[in-house]
């Protein structure tokens, strides 16, 4: 079961979050091991990509200057710059609606692809890359789409196909209608935080990172931990069972660690397998899956959805 815990305040990686990871209330991090020839090839590809793009653009944007009286009106001021005036027809209004949906693809696009340039022209391409993905502005629109009942379970499932490897070794193109937006600008500062000794590159490895309304909370999905010592786990642990109509199993189970995980001076005693073993008993006397409760719980993701659409409206 994946570990979970608070980041701890004023930590560097607490800083970083709170500083790149703003605007967002999930962010997933992980390494990036595949063969460094396929990421030059994919980024190879994406400059092909991008050069294409960016002729285009310029090539509509010129031509806009002559389709939308541009010149026409500067030829006005400037008689070098004298043009015939532009034809106003529904063709025209046709190259319009054209000009902006290339306009709000293809800039952001190229604007993100040079974020790219810059990570590989001052870190180059490494054995183990650190990779920052956040929700894109599709995918929140998605989860705020969402009836509220379904709405947690839509996010849930989101948060699974982000850490798994199948689904984010895949390469991406940067495009708007992507579950993720990779942060390249992110990417850049956890190296050269590295390089001056402040943050550990291993902080970085698949983990899930939520912000909550005390600071952040990480879910390490490379490390394993007791599912009742996960953060928050007993309060969630006791709302699930309370709305199951099994109460008392989280009654029983408290019980049982006061008897025997509490000395009688009031000190804390190790937790044996006699206690797991006695706990696993009294959920299945009851019928309830522990395993499967508690791997639904710590993968939970936060009720972000309903703050997200606060501020879109």
């Avoid at 402040?198 to 394993?224: N, P, Q, Y």
């Avoid at 189970?253 to 005693?269: H, N, P, R, S, Y």
């Avoid at 006397?285 to 959805?305: G, I, Y």
Wanted: charged share 25%; aromatic share 10%.
């Amino acid at each position: 079961m994946p570990a979970a815990h608070r980041v701890p305040e004023g930590s560097p990686v607490a800083a970083f979050l709170s500083e790149y990871a703003s605007d967002t209330e999930v962010y997933v991090s992980h390494l990036d091991t595949t063969e460094v020839s396929s990421r030059k090839k994919h980024f190879f590809m994406m400059l092909t990509a991008n050069l294409a793009w960016s002729f285009l653009l310029g090539k509509r944007i010129y031509g806009a200057l002559y389709r939308y009286g541009i010149l026409f009106i500067l030829g006005k001021v400037l008689p070098i710059l004298k043009t015939p005036p532009p034809v106003v027809n529904w063709p025209l209004a046709g190259q319009l609606c054209l000009d902006i949906f290339l306009l709000s693809v293809l800039l952001p696009l190229i604007n993100n692809f040079i974020s790219v340039l810059k990570l590989r022209y001052y870190h180059g391409f490494q054995k183990s890359e650190i990779v920052f993905r956040k929700p894109s502005s599709a995918t929140v629109a998605n989860i705020v789409s969402q009836p509220p009942d379904k709405r947690d379970s839509y996010m849930n499932d989101i948060l699974r196909r982000a850490v798994d490897p199948e689904e984010f070794n895949q390469s991406t193109w940067g495009m708007p209608w992507d579950e993720w937006t990779m942060d390249f600008r992110a990417m850049a500062v956890a190296y050269e935080a590295e390089k001056k000794g402040l943050i550990s590159r291993d902080a970085w490895e698949l983990s899930v990172f939520m912000k909550m309304k005390d600071g952040w909370t990480v879910i390490e999905h490379g490390k394993v931990s007791d599912p009742l010592s996960q953060v928050g786990m007993m309060d969630k642990l006791q709302h699930k069972l309370t709305a199951m109509g099994k109460r008392h199993v989280f009654s029983q189970m408290m019980e049982v660690i006061q008897v025997k995980t509490v000395a009688k001076d009031g000190t804390a005693l190790p937790v044996t397998e006699e206690v797991d073993a006695i706990i696993a008993d009294i959920f299945r006397r009851n019928e309830v899956d522990f395993a499967q409760l508690t791997s639904e719980l710590a993968t939970e993701s936060p009720r972000f959805a309903a703050n997200s659409s606060k501020k879109t409206k």
